[in-house]
C-alpha cells in the first residue's frame, strides 16, 4: 500500500514537470543494467538506481539522494544522464538483477506472514504484468551460464525484453513451477521438459498462463503462454477474427445444427481456442455446453468447462468425454482429439443427437477426413449424414503496421524479387506493401502490427460425403473449388494483394508464390530457365561489385 501511495505522488509530480513515468523494463533499453561502481551506494538508499548508461532512475526526483548521486559520479569520472521518474516496481527488479543483490535482501529480510508473498513472486508478478501490459501471447525466459534474456512474443515475432544474471531467471523458474501452479506434484527440474497451468493474481484480476520448460545447453528455457484474463466479454465474434461473410453463415449453421461434429484443424498456436469461445459463446443459453480443455485457456460465462489431467487415465480427454454424455448435454466440446479413443467418443457423440465440437491437427480442412482414418475411424462411418457437419482450418498470417510499411518497390528486402512479384502480381503491384525497415515504437520495429485468421471452411453436404466414403479427396476439392470454395492460400494471397500482408510473410504459410499453380501443371523447363536467368544476374552483380 505504501508503495502505491509512493507512485500515484510520483505520477502526480511526473505530469506537473511533465516527465515520463518509467514503469516497465520495456521503457529502457534491454541491455541496460544498474552501474556495478554504484551497486552497493544504490541497493543502500530507498528509490534510487544509477544504470550503464548513465540514466538516473528515481521514485522521488526531488529527493537530496538525486544531486548526491550525481556529484559521486563525477568523482567518480562518470558523466550523470537525465534523471527519470521510476516506479519502486521496477526499480526493485532492475536492483534484484544484480550481484550481491540476493544476500543484501537476506540481511533486509524481517519476519513477515506467512500469508504474504515472497520477493521472487512478487518479481513474477511484475514481469507478468509487464507482459500483460505489452499485449504479448508468451513470456519466454531463457537461462543460460552466463545470462538469462526475457524475451517476449507479440503478433508471432519475438523481441528481446530484458537481460538478467542467471540466478534471477533460476528464481522465477523455481517460484511458478513450485508455488504458484494449479497442482505441484513435482519440485521444479531445469533437466527435465514439465508443464503446468498457473492461475495468478493481479491486482483484482486473475490472469491465466501455462507453462512448460525444456533443458538446453547450458541452463533451460520456460514459456509462459498468457491464456487470459478471466475478465468476460472479451471473447472476439468471428468477423473480428476476419472470417469471410461465406465462411461465418456456414459455420453458423452449422452451430444450429440439432446432431453432428464440427471439427476446427489448425497447428499449435494458430487460434483454434479462440474460434471455438466465439463459436460456444453464440450457444444459446438454453443449452447445455460441456467443454473438456487442457487446461481452460477462454472463460465462456455460459458453458461448463471440464479442465483434464492427460497424466491420469481417468481424467483423459476421453475419460471426461465418456462423462460427458451422461450429463444431458445439448454440446459437447473436446478441446483436442489425440487419439482413437477420443475420435470414438466425438463419432459416439454426433451419432447419438449431440453436437460435438473438437480439434485436431491437420495441414487442410480435406485433410481432416485422412487423419480420422489415420486414427482408426472408417470413411463409411464419417460419410453418414448424421456424422460430419462442418470442417474448418485456419492459419494466423502477420499483419503489416500501419506504422512503418513501406510499398514493395520501396523495399530493399524485396529488391531482388520485385521482378517476380510484377509476373505474379500484374495488377496489384503498386498495392503491395511490405515490412518497414526503421525504428517503429508502435511494433517494436517488427513490421508487424498484428495477427488475422486465413482460413478454410467446408459444409460437409450430400456429393461430399460420397467422395468420403471413397476417400477420393483429389477430387472432393476440384469439387468444391468448382463451387467456389476457397483455400487458406487464395485469402493468404488476396490479403497480399489487398497491401495488408508482406508477400514475404505470404510465403512462410503457404510456400514459394509462383507463377505455376495446381491446374496447369508444374513447368519444369520453364523453371530451369528461370534459376539460369538467377544465377546469370547474380553472377553479373558480382562482377560489376568487383570492378
Known sequence: MENDDQDRE????????????????????PKDKPHPALVEWCLQRDGIVVMQSGIILTSNPTSRDVQNCKTMMINQGLRPGRVCAATTQLLSVLLANVEGAEEIEDQQRVEKASTEISAQQKRLRILVQEAVEADVSDLHIEVRADVAKIRF????????????????????????????TDHATA?????VPQDASMPLMLGTKEIRLRLASMPAHGGFDVVMRILGTGEEGTIPELVQLVYTPEQVYIIRRAIQMPHGAVLLSGPTGSGKTTTLASCM???????????????????????????????????????FGKAALRMDPDYIVLGEMRDEDTANVMIRAAITGHLVFSTIHTNSAPGIITRLVDMGISPVMLSDSNVLVCLIFQRLVAKLCDACS????????????????????????????????????????????GRTVVAEVIWVDEQGRSYIKNMEILEWEKYLRKMGWQTYRDRTLEMVKEGTVDPFDAETLVGEISVYDEETGFDYVQARTSMEEEVAKKRAKDSSQDK
Open 406 to 449: 513501406v510499398p514493395v518497390t520501396q523495399a530493399p528486402a524485396h529488391a531482388e524479387d520485385l521482378e517476380r512479384w510484377r509476373k505474379i502480381f500484374p495488377d496489384h503491384i503498386d498495392k503491395l506493401m511490405a515490412r518497414g525497415e526503421t525504428v517503429c515504437e508502435k511494433c517494436h520495429s517488427t513490421g508487424v502490427g
Open 10 to 29: 510520483l505520477a502526480r509530480y511526473a505530469a506537473a514537470a511533465k516527465m515520463k513515468v518509467f514503469s516497465s523494463q520495456a521503457d529502457l533499453d
Open 281 to 319: 459463446s453464440m450457444v444459446r443459453e438454453t443449452r447445455k455446453v460441456y467443454t473438456i480443455e487442457d487446461p481452460v485457456e477462454k472463460v465462456v460465462p455460459t458453458v461448463t468447462q471440464v479442465p483434464v489431467n492427460t497424466g491420469k487415465d481417468d481424467r483423459s480427454f476421453a475419460s
Open 153 to 180: 512474443r507479440k503478433y508471432g515475432e519475438l523481441y528481446l525484453h530484458a537481460e538478467w544474471f542467471p540466478r534471477l531467471g533460476r528464481e522465477l523458474a523455481s517460484v511458478a513451477f513450485n508455488k504458484e
Open 187 to 191: 519440485h521444479f527440474n531445469p533437466m
